[in-house]
């Protein structure tokens, strides 16, 4: 079976300030690593995946993630966070065709 | 861009009801996918669908059947709807088990 923990309910950062958002994962064999961002009343979007190769993947808005296979974790960062980055986030592990999501976690950026 | 739409975004129900959810997309993906959410509980896997007339269970079907008759279209149905059923319902599309799955718009189901 698979699993992914995301550990924090809620990120507090200040505009700025950089930001990381933590996920740990478990799965048998080699997984496909997804982050993706939820706005109020929206779908689910696309922000990073890592299938292979380069353990810090960049992905859209500014986010990167780094892939720890030792530490089985994907955790999504940003430099430098916008107020407008405030979302929920869900991080996703896929292994034999199926996909299995962490609870998410609410990021806020306070001005 | 790869764009999935759902037939409502708000819908509500009464108890007992039989509820179809509908979901197009246009990229001729073949894999789809149903998802519920709830706060607190992330994204659970109820039915999923490898290609026209493929279902296979996810993780919680119970009360839920699917159809998938056309490559594009894949719909839920709630049998009969019950107020533990209300949620945001969830369907997306893939290409394949290495790709990104993109999302429609959801749909928010009250059942009364």
């Known amino acids: 079976a698979q699993s992914v923990a995301q550990p924090e309910d809620q990120v507090n950062v200040a505009e700025g300030n950089p930001l990381t958002v933590k996920c740990t994962y478990s799965v048998s064999g080699n997984p496909y690593l997804f982050w993706y961002v939820q706005y109020p009343n929206r779908g689910l979007q696309f922000l990073l995946k890592y299938i292979t190769g380069d353990n810090l993947v960049k992905g859209s808005y500014g986010f990167e993630a780094e892939f720890n296979k030792s530490q089985t974790s994907f955790h999504l960062k940003k430099p430098s966070a916008l107020v407008s980055d405030s979302a929920l986030y869900f991080c996703?592990?896929?292994?034999?065709?199926?996909?299995?999501f962490g609870d998410g976690t609410t990021l806020t950026v306070k001005p | 861009d790869v764009k999935v739409t759902q037939s409502s975004r708000y819908l509500v129900k009464r108890t007992g009801e039989k509820v179809f959810l509908e979901c197009v997309q246009d990229m001729d993906h073949e894999n789809m996918f149903w998802y519920r959410q709830d706060p607190g509980l992330g994204l659970r896997l109820i039915y999923f669908s490898y290609d026209v007339k493929m279902k296979e269970k996810g993780d919680i079907p119970e009360g839920y059947s699917v159809s998938r008759e056309k490559k594009e279209r894949f719909s839920l149905i709630l049998e009969s709807a019950s107020t533990n059923q209300t949620s945001m319902y969830l369907c997306?599309?893939?290409?394949?088990?290495?790709?990104?799955?993109?999302f429609g718009p959801g749909t928010r189901l009250l059942v009364l």
């Open positions: 997306a599309s893939t290409t394949g088990p290495q790709e990104t799955q993109y």
């Open positions: 996703a592990v896929r292994y034999a065709g199926k996909s299995t």
